[in-house]
């Protein structure tokens, strides 16, 4: 953007930004969504930024009155990770004939990399609207290496990290469960000795394809490294949900107890799927080679901040390794095998919603 073009922020930057936002001219800050509004109403931006948190149950209102009052302007979203659901679906949906939202940004964000000038290397020459988009491509290019791992496309360790300190923290104040999967590869030293690199890479693919098949779309799936792998299962606490999602909400919590039992379904229907797998790299008799063990740990029993429901999950992983490996272990219960009942259970509950649902 020129360095003339005009500027709203909507939101508090604390909240957005790595360090303190610099006040040009151009630049009006906002922090409330409704006196954002006001001042688009009255003067016309150029682009405007709006930081998703404290507004998300009203953003794609807010947004929509945005763009139908300063229809020139780009609509930016400032999202912390744990809102990035939320902000792909609002860029990604149309509203009225046009996209809610241009594009999103994850926070914490440097403000230099928002609010400097966009030029072209020729001092001064405006960016055409080809060089404007190679530009917004490699910059999202740059956002995608920093959080995503190269070989699966799965999230990555550093993404993992932020987002279970952010997610945990949103745990604290909305009082909602989070559960937390840790797993390995089964023998997979074996699978790169015996077939290669280029196998074992192959292995690592499908693992994450599948797993990543087997949770909600807003569950965040990271490969940790090497053969290990995490997921953090949770619930959107601003979602808004049906009168049998509720009921059904309400079932599960009256039948489950410490850990809920949404998440050891997942993971047991994974563990199973990995093992059925079609493993056409491993020869003719590649079905059935494949296991996983894993460990469950949930917020907040089992572990309160990011570490200690890391170290907690991991002791379950390795009790799954150290008792026979190709299972699901919970963390503290002395059983194993037992959330089979449970997962019996959970399905029993469903498959009666669906029932009442369809009388």
């Known amino acids: 953007m020129p360095t003339s073009a005009k500027i709203l922020l909507i939101g508090r930057p604390q909240t957005a930004f790595m360090a303190p936002v610099p006040s040009p001219p151009h630049l009006t800050f906002c922090e409330s969504i409704l006196e954002g509004i006001e001042r688009a109403r009255k003067e016309p931006y150029d682009t405007i930024f709006v930081v998703l948190a404290g507004i998300e149950g009203r953003a794609r209102q807010a947004l929509e009155t945005l ?19 939320l902000a792909i679906k609002l860029v990604s949906e149309a ?35 080809e060089k404007e988009l190679d530009y917004q491509r490699r910059i999202r290019e740059l956002e995608i290496l ?51 690199h280029g196998v074992g890479d192959n292995v690592l693919r499908q693992a994450g394809q599948l797993i990543r098949h087997c949770c909600r779309s807003h569950d965040v799936v990271a490969r940790v490294g090497g053969d290990e792998f995490a997921v953090v299962f949770w619930d959107l606490p601003e979602k808004r949900r049906s009168a049998r999602q509720t009921r059904v909400e309400q079932e599960r919590r009256k039948a489950e107890g410490k850990h809920p039992r949404q998440p050891i379904f997942m993971s047991e229907r994974f563990r199973k799927e990995i093992n059925a797998a079609r493993l056409p790299f491993l020869g003719p008799q590649g079905r059935g080679k494949l296991t996983i063990s894993g460990g469950l740990a949930s917020f907040p029993d089992d572990g309160k901040i990011a570490n200690q429901l890391m170290a907690r999950a991991d002791e379950a992983l390795l009790e799954a390794k150290r008792t026979g490996k190709n299972k699901i272990v919970i963390i503290g219960q ?24 369809e009388t």
């Open 67 to 85: 763009r139908k009052i300063n229809p020139q302007a780009s609509l930016i979203l400032l999202a912390a990770m744990v809102e990035e659901p």
């Open 95 to 129: 509203g009225t004939g046009r996209r809610i939202a241009d594009d999103y940004s994850i926070c914490p964000v440097r403000p230099e990399d928002l609010l400097r000038p966009k030029a072209s290397p020729a001092v001064g020459a405006p960016l055409t609207a």
């Open 146 to 196: 920093a959080t995503q791992d190269d070989l699966t496309g799965l999230k990555n360790r550093r993404y993992l990290n932020q987002f279970l300190i952010q997610i945990l923290s949103l745990a604290r104040q909305y009082h909602f469960r989070i559960t937390l999967l840790l797993f390995d590869i089964d023998n997979f030293k074996h699978y790169n000795d015996q077939y290669g």
């Open 334 to 357: 002395k059983n194993h095998h037992s959330h089979a009942a449970e997962i019996k259970a959970w399905n029993e509950i469903d498959s009666q919603a669906n029932a009442s649902e």
